[in-house]
Every structure is written in structure tokens, then in C-alpha cells.
């Protein structure tokens, strides 16, 4: 079996000390790529950069809702130099998180709109986090994907990450264009929907991932 882990954060400092280790446990368990997801400037320098020395490995760049308020010209600036590095094949992490709130919701509204924005204009899919914001996330979405009618990334538009909403959200992004990716709580004993809904899905619209160092699977 060739697997795709479509969601990872091996820069992060917990990977510091066997992150060498870790991609060969990868290899040997039969993944053969790894998307590295960016959440901000400096996570989406530090993925470039370990795309570059590690073949199986490619990157993302984008703020996560987390960090919108901090999105200014300097962070646009880098991160739009950062997109054009061979290996980077997506925007993202970016999106809707009104669970933690740690930016103001209008900030995240208007950063999310923005890299969508840029996203469609360089030819990129994009990587989406959802916590707590379904109806916002979706309509943000729908008016964004209503303008890429003729655009390349038609049919392939991103991937909903780590989904958490109900089936009926999951085919309207199917719908749409997008990827549902599933993770370590469809395992939980109490990710009973999320296993219909995994179950009620077209096959090639489901992607896998770990978002290591986070969720992991059930013991």
C-alpha cells in the first residue's frame, strides 16, 4: 500500500530530537509523501526548508485562524516569496477557528478571505481548518469557489482537514470542489458519526492524515 500522510507538522519542536527517526518509521511503514503544513511565517519557512532536504516531504504556507490578527504586509511579503518554492504545493493552513478564538473573528473573516484570494490567483488548493465556525467557513467557501468556475484548481479546489462537521456540510464540499480529510478521532469510541459520514463518502474524496504531533488514534 502507497500512503500520503496529507497533514503533518514535523517542523515543530517536538519532532526535534528524532525527526530523522520519524520519517524513516514513515518510509517503512509504506508512506511515500508528507505534506507539511504551515500555520505562519516562521512554520511555513521551517517547512520550505525541510522540503528541501527531505525528497518525501512537501509544504504549505499560510497563517492559521490563530494567528490573523498578526497577518501585516511583512508576513503577506514572506509568504508570498515562501509560495514560490518548487515544493510548496498548497495554501494553507488557513481558515475558521471560533473555539479558541485567539484572533478576533472578524481578523480571521478577513485573513481567510485573503489567502483564498491569493490562493486562486497563484493556482494553489488550499488546506482549511474548521473549528466551531461550519456555517461561516461554508459561505466563505461557496462565494469563493463560485469565482473559480474557469480557473484551474476547478474540481480540486482543497481539502477540508481533520473534518469535524455533519454529512450534509461534507457533501456540499464535495460539491464544491474539496477533499475531506479524515484523522486520528475517527478512531475515538465516540466518532460514531464521523465514521457514517466517512462511510457515505465518495472514496476518491477522502484523503488521510495524521496532523502529528497532534491526534493521535485511539490506543
Not at 525541510?50 to 490563530?66: K, R, S, W, Y
Request: contains cysteine; proline residues 4%; glycine residues 8%.
Amino acid at each position: 500500500m502507497t500512503l500520503i500522510d496529507t497533514h503533518a507538522h514535523l517542523d515543530f519542536e517536538q519532532f526535534d530530537r528524532d525527526r530523522e527517526a520519524v520519517l524513516d518509521r514513515a518510509r517503512s511503514a509504506g508512506v511515500k509523501r508528507i505534506v507539511n503544513v504551515g500555520v505562519d511565517a516562521a512554520s511555513s519557512r521551517r517547512a520550505v526548508a525541510l522540503a528541501a532536504d527531505q525528497e518525501m516531504v512537501f509544504a504549505t504556507v499560510g497563517m492559521h485562524p490563530h494567528g490573523a490578527k498578526d497577518l501585516d504586509n511583512a508576513v503577506w511579503a514572506e509568504l508570498r516569496a515562501l509560495a514560490q518554492e518548487p515544493k510548496v504545493v498548497a495554501v494553507g493552513e488557513i481558515g475558521l477557528d471560533f473555539y479558541r478564538d485567539r484572533s478576533p473573528r472578524d481578523a480571521q473573516r478577513r485573513a481567510f478571505e485573503a489567502q483564498l484570494a491569493w490562493a486562486g490567483e497563484v493556482g494553489k488548493p488550499v488546506v482549511v481548518h474548521d473549528r466551531d465556525a461550519h456555517a461561516d467557513l461554508m459561505r466563505i467557501l461557496n462565494k469563493w469557489a463560485q469565482g473559480l468556475e474557469n480557473s484551474s484548481l476547478a474540481g480540486r479546489l482543497g481539502v477540508l482537514h481533520t473534518f469535524s462537521g455533519d454529512l450534509a456540510m461534507a457533501g456540499a464540499a464535495v460539491d464544491l470542489g474539496f477533499y475531506i480529510s479524515i484523522s486520528g478521532p475517527v478512531t475515538y469510541k465516540n466518532a460514531g458519526r464521523l465514521a457514517g459520514i466517512v462511510q457515505s463518502l465518495p472514496l476518491d474524496r477522502l484523503l488521510v492524515e495524521t496532523d502529528c504531533p497532534f491526534l493521535a488514534p485511539h490506543p
